[in-house]
């Protein structure tokens, strides 16, 4: 079965401190691996998503990577607004529906 | 396009009442999804269509749970004889064909049952 194991759980940094969340995975023939952004109250934001290992994108503070067994989100000098809960989730080939982790929860004071 | 609405935003019910939810899509979009969500976890997968027809649900669904999306265009969900374990957030993410380029969510329908 699929899963998809985040962490840390929570996550506290100062403005400016630089760190990674980490997405662990195991998952029978990956077809992509997705990050989204969800701010309290509010649905998922699409981030990223990354298709084969090797792979790296970047979007502002943000940049991810994927290996064959993990995938990493690398917030560079975050600021407070940066803060909310990162999800990420995988989607097998044999399935229509994404498997998402629990979830880091990011708080970046100034 | 304004992205994914849904409707109602928070929705309080007595135990044993039916509810119905309703999920816009983008237009383009021919497929939909429904999750749900619990405080401090990760959606979980509930149902999925492509246009009008219902391809895959989860073995979580319980046969209280029933989604339609006639025509292909808005879906509903509906809880029937609800129970406390079903309070949580309800979303619904629309995509293209293949979901490659990630799933847009609505803001979701909070649901309480009291």
């Known amino acids: 079965e699929d899963q998809v194991t985040q962490s840390p759980e929570a996550l506290r940094l100062q403005e400016g401190e630089s760190s990674s969340l980490n997405c662990s995975y195991t998952v029978s023939g990956l077809r992509g691996l997705f990050w989204y952004r969800q701010d309290p109250g509010k649905g998922p934001e699409f981030l990223f998503t990354?298709?084969?290992a090797g792979e790296e994108k970047e979007k502002e503070r943000l940049k991810a990577t994927l290996t064959k067994k993990e995938s990493f989100l690398h917030i560079t000098a975050p600021k407070p607004e940066d803060s909310a809960t990162y999800l990420c989730a995988v989607q097998a080939w044999n399935n229509n529906d994404m498997r998402f982790g629990a979830g880091t929860r990011l708080t970046v004071k100034p | 396009d304004t992205g994914v609405s849904q409707d109602p935003r928070h929705k309080i019910t007595k135990r044993g009442q039916n509810v119905t939810f309703r999920c816009d899509p983008i237009?383009?979009?021919?497929?939909l999804y429904w999750y749900r969500q619990t405080l401090g976890q990760g959606p979980e997968f509930l149902t999925y269509?492509?246009?009008?027809?219902?391809?895959?649900k989860s073995r979580l669904l319980s046969d209280r749970f029933s989604a339609e999306r006639p025509k292909g265009s808005f879906s509903t969900l509906e809880i029937q004889r609800t129970e406390q374990g079903d309070s949580a957030m309800y979303l619904c993410?629309?995509?293209?064909?293949?979901?490659?380029?990630?799933?847009?969510f609505g803001s979701g329908t909070r649901l309480t049952v009291v």
């Open positions: 269509f492509q246009n009008e027809a219902q391809l895959e």
């Open positions: 990354l298709y084969s």
């Open positions: 993410a629309s995509s293209l064909p293949g979901g490659y380029y990630g799933y847009t």
């Open positions: 237009s383009e979009h021919n497929r």
